[in-house]
């Protein structure tokens, strides 16, 4: 079946512009996570959701980032006013359900801010 | 606090070596999960293996093998008899039970397999 999706696969944008980066889960899969990957900081996690409970967002590294999951599937990533320290490969990753099951993960989007 | 550490940033090996993957932990829970990603060039992350913190027995699939152990609180893993296309970066990662399943990563370990 099909895995994770994420678009666009890569996003070159200007220092101060918001950017939307989207997640397409594995269908029937209800926990969706989000991480960024830098060579400054390795693999992040930075928010998660599982089905209509409220998001931990307790590894967003500022205001200037949020999320949102629609109807339980597809979720967006957004950065506001973006900052040349954003710059990373932001990956989508989605399990059957909370918890300590594994996580499929998609190719990611790599965010260079310049 | 909860950590993985990966000692080795980079390990090179010729194929058909055998070789051993670090993995050490941090958690203060008694229930926790820990897990083996691999990276290949291509950039997506592939799930590897799962083993909760209640079952210490070893697990062989293939050519891979893990060892798991509280009392060094280590997950480390092996390759037996390495092939070129085991060259990837692998990830360690730690998941408490109480956190909703958010992986906390090592750094990772870059393993090329040389010809």
């Known amino acids: 079946g099909a895995g994770v999706s994420q678009s666009p696969s890569n996003k070159v944008t200007e220092k101060g512009k918001d950017v939307e980066l989207r997640c397409d889960p594995i269908?029937?899969?209800?926990?969706l996570y989000w991480y960024r990957q830098s060579l400054g900081q390795g693999l992040e996690f930075l928010i998660y959701?599982?089905?209509?409970?409220?998001?931990?967002k307790s590894g967003l590294p500022s205001d200037r980032f949020s999320a949102e999951r629609t109807g339980g599937s597809v979720s967006t990533l957004t950065i506001q006013r973006t900052q040349q320290e954003d710059s990373a490969v932001y990956l989508c990753?989605?399990?059957?359900?909370?918890?300590?099951?594994?996580?499929?993960f998609g190719p990611g989007t790599r965010l260079t801010v310049t | 606090a909860q950590k993985v550490t990966q000692a080795q940033t980079e390990i090179s090996v010729v194929e058909k070596e055998d070789v051993t993957l670090d993995c050490v932990y941090e958690?203060?829970?008694?229930?926790?999960?820990l897990f083996w990603y691999k990276q290949p060039p291509s950039g997506e992350l592939v799930f590897l293996i799962r083993?909760?913190?209640?079952?210490?027995q070893n697990e062989i699939s293939g050519r891979y093998s893990w060892n798991f152990q509280k009392s060094t609180s280590s997950f480390n893993f092996t390759i037996t008899a390495s092939q070129v296309v085991d060259s990837a970066v692998y990830f360690c990662?730690?998941?408490?039970?109480?956190?909703?399943?958010?992986?906390?990563f090592g750094q990772g370990t870059e393993l090329s397999v040389k010809p």
């Open positions: 990753a989605s399990s059957l359900a909370k918890g300590t099951i594994e996580q499929y």
């Open positions: 269908s029937g899969h209800t926990a």
């Open positions: 959701f599982q089905g209509n409970s409220a998001p931990d």
């Open positions: 958690t203060r829970d008694t229930t926790y999960y």
């Open positions: 083993r909760n913190s209640f079952d210490e």
């Open positions: 990662a730690l998941s408490e039970y109480n956190q909703g399943g958010k992986l906390i």
